[in-house]
T-cell receptor, first 110, second 116 residues
Framework: GQNIDQPTEMTATEGAIVQINCTYQ??????LFWYQQHAGEAPTFLSY????GLEEKGRFSSFLSRSKGYSYLLLKELQMKDSASYLC???????????FGAGTQVVVTP | GAVVSQHPSWVICKSGTSVKIECRSL??????MFWYRQFPKQSLMLMAT?????????EQGVEKDKFLINHASLTLSTLTVTSAHPEDSSFYIC????????????FGPGTRLLVL
């Protein structure tokens, strides 16, 4: 079957670093996506990894290990506006179909 | 670039009526669009994959006669919720795949449907 696991909630203080882990098991795989979703809004794209390794984009970095079925999203220098749900999604076929995890709610405190 | 719009953003309708939601890719051509549904505090659930010029592919458990999808052009897909019932109340989100060059899906702002 298909399974995407990520923690339900994480809390961190402003200026700190938070790492959101995601493990996946899918019948097909062609990349791992991270999206940010604020309450009541649609998801916005953060990152895409298809090869093993770390991709850095400003304060956000994403890592992928295909052999371990594992990814993480690293948020640095946390800001209050980073409080949101972070969705891990695996691309599962050539049409681009995504299998989403349940999302990790990140709460940033002053 | 890669902007996806949805219309309307809010719909309130009576039980038994049909509601049409439009999804447009504004600055790119999208051969594939996806329709998702999201209930409060839950993740996105894929309803169907929509390819331009062909019939949509529905996920298991999604009634194709209730959720009609038409991908009329490379920039427009529509979802019609037929004979809507209160349990259809949800947040409906479309996404479009930028192809070429990448694999990324970009999401529309979503449509909140409330069926009374």
């Amino acid at each position: 079957g298909q399974n995407i696991d990520q923690p339900t909630e994480m809390t961190a203080t402003e200026g700190a670093i938070v790492q959101i882990n995601c493990t996946y098991q899918t019948s097909g795989f062609n990349g791992l996506f991270w999206y940010q979703q604020h309450a009541g809004e649609a998801p916005t794209f953060l990152s895409y990894n298809v090869l093993d390794g770390l991709e850095e984009k400003g304060r956000f970095s994403s890592f992928l290990s295909r052999s371990k079925g594992y990814s993480y999203l690293l948020l640095k220098e946390l800001q209050m506006k980073d409080s949101a749900s972070y969705l891990c999604a695996a691309g599962t076929d050539s049409w681009g179909k995504l299998q989403f995890g349940a999302g990790t709610q990140v709460v940033v405190t002053p | 670039g890669a902007v996806v719009s949805q219309h309307p953003s809010w719909v309130i309708c009576k039980s038994g009526t049909s509601v049409k939601i439009e999804c447009r890719s504004l600055d790119f051509q999208a051969t594939t669009m996806f329709w998702y549904r999201q209930f409060p505090k839950q993740s996105l659930m894929l309803m169907a994959t929509s390819n331009e010029g062909s019939k949509a592919t529905y996920e298991q458990g999604v009634e194709k006669d209730k959720f009609l999808i038409n991908h009329a052009s490379l920039t427009l897909s529509t979802l019609t919720v037929t004979s809507a019932h209160p349990e259809d109340s949800s947040f409906y989100i479309c996404s479009a795949r930028v192809r070429p060059p990448g694999e990324t899906q970009y999401f529309g702002p979503g449509t909140r449907l409330l069926v009374l």
